[in-house]
């Protein structure tokens, strides 16, 4: 055993670095939420399910206002971290960029009237406050792993 390495010396690349982990979490989460979405028990009045829009009265564990279109979008969001997640540069941009677009799905939530033709998603209040925390988790997570890397214990 060398003893010659540095107490700080990074974990072997194989393991991953932190923030290609926080892609493979958010990548699981997306993927499970857009599976769940078409489960009818996990989604409550599954049949009134529409592609898109305001009027689809679907809720995902009776919260959550979906459609067919949104659960996609969840569906597209997982394949495209698990495609992503073996770069760190690209888990970075994947959480940054995703964040971006969860932060300005919140805002556009927050100033439609739901009951408008614009409101195609569709979103309700659950949806934007956890469209707003997956944006700061997301950005917060790309900002903070960014350069971090994991170091092995007991050296």
């Known amino acids: 055993m060398n003893t010659d390495v540095p107490a700080d010396r990074d974990v072997p690349y194989e393991r991953g670095l932190p923030i290609q982990w926080a ?7 997306f993927l499970g939420v857009g599976i769940l979405g078409f489960i009818p028990g996990t989604t409550t009045h599954y049949m009134s399910m529409r592609f898109a829009g305001h009027h689809s009265t679907a809720m995902l564990f009776g ?6 279109l949104h659960n996609i979008v969840h569906l597209l969001y997982g394949i495209a971290g698990a495609l992503v997640r073996r770069s760190p540069t690209a888990s970075f ?3 940054l960029w995703g964040g ?3 932060a300005a799905l ?4 927050l100033f439609i009237n739901s009951d408008s033709g ?3 998603v569709p979103l309700n209040t659950p949806d934007n ?9 997301m950005i917060g997570c790309a900002l903070v792993f960014r350069y971090r890397r994991f170091e092995e214990k007991g050296r």
Request: aromatic fraction near 26%; hydrophobic fraction near 70%; charge should be neutral.
């Open 100 to 102: 971006i677009v969860y």
């Open 106 to 109: 919140w805002l556009y939530g």
């Open 118 to 120: 614009a409101n195609f």
């Open 93 to 95: 941009h994947y959480l």
């Open 23 to 29: 892609a493979l979490i958010f990548t699981v989460l």
């Open 129 to 137: 406050w956890l469209h707003f925390g997956l944006a700061v988790l």
């Open 63 to 68: 919260l959550f206002q979906v459609s067919v």
